[in-house]
């Protein structure tokens, strides 16, 4: 069973999806909710605390480090992908974080540890011989950054360009693992190969 929180919070993600953060008012959160603005305002005085709790709660929810070896960074690379699609106001209006520094920090706060996840799921194939050690320090560090801006730009391309130009999580994936492979051992090679031959649903 939800709680009221929960419901406000769900509904607020699903009208922010719909029409963006700035063009929701609490009225309208309210509305869809069959409640009066006051009883949401007990919960959530602001718009913008409404907000900062729909970050909290997912960085309550951040991703766990995988299981060892590639299909675990895999795994990690298209739930950290599919996760945008359950908020992609965060991403259709470029401008939002500067206007609200406070959610600017929060959001930072999700992106800076998905982003350790990452780096730590990288070194982690790196010790079991799949990656070549000089994929660490300064490099690692770029190649996280690479692969975390490569998932910022494509949900953002994806939230305010036409379906005609979706593209699809499976390509941006292969747009992924093309910049990882270069720093594949041959047995991390021999290990995405079979990679490569999975079902979409195993991976």
């Known amino acids: 069973m939800k709680t009221t929180k929960e419901l406000i919070r769900n509904t607020a993600r699903e009208l922010f999806n719909e ?9 309208n959160i309210a509305d869809a909710l069959g409640i009066s603005v006051g009883n949401l305002t007990y919960h959530y005085p602001h718009k913008e605390l409404l907000m900062e ?13 995988p299981e060892p070896g590639l299909s ?5 690379l298209k739930q950290m992908l599919r996760s945008f699609f359950e908020t992609p106001f965060y991403f259709n ?9 406070r959610l600017q920090e929060r959001h930072a706060a999700s992106v800076m540890s998905l982003s350790q996840v990452l780096q730590d799921t990288i070194s982690a194939c790196t010790e079991l011989g799949l990656f070549v050690s000089e994929l660490s320090g300064s490099l690692l560090d ?6 975390m801006l490569s998932h910022i730009g494509w949900a953002q391309h994806n939230a305010t ?8 999580v499976d390509e941006i994936m292969k747009a992924q693992w093309s910049a990882l492979y270069p720093y594949l051992t ?18």
Do not use: C, K
């Not at 709790?53 to 480090?65: F, H, V």
């Not at 770029?142 to 692969?147: E, I």
């Not at 360009?161 to 593209?167: A, M, Q, T, V, Y």
């Open 93 to 101: 209006d470029p401008a939002l974080y500067s206007s609200l520094p």
């Open 72 to 76: 675990g960074l895999n795994h990690l």
């Open 19 to 27: 029409r963006g953060y700035r063009a929701v008012s609490m009225r």
């Open 186 to 203: 041959p047995a991390g090679r021999a290990e995405y190969a079979v990679l490569e031959q999975l079902p979409a649903e195993q991976l």
């Open 53 to 65: 709790a729909i970050m909290d709660a997912e960085l309550d929810t951040m991703p766990a480090p």
């Open 161 to 168: 360009w036409p379906s005609l130009h979706f593209i699809p």
């Open 142 to 147: 770029h190649m996280t950054r690479l692969l």
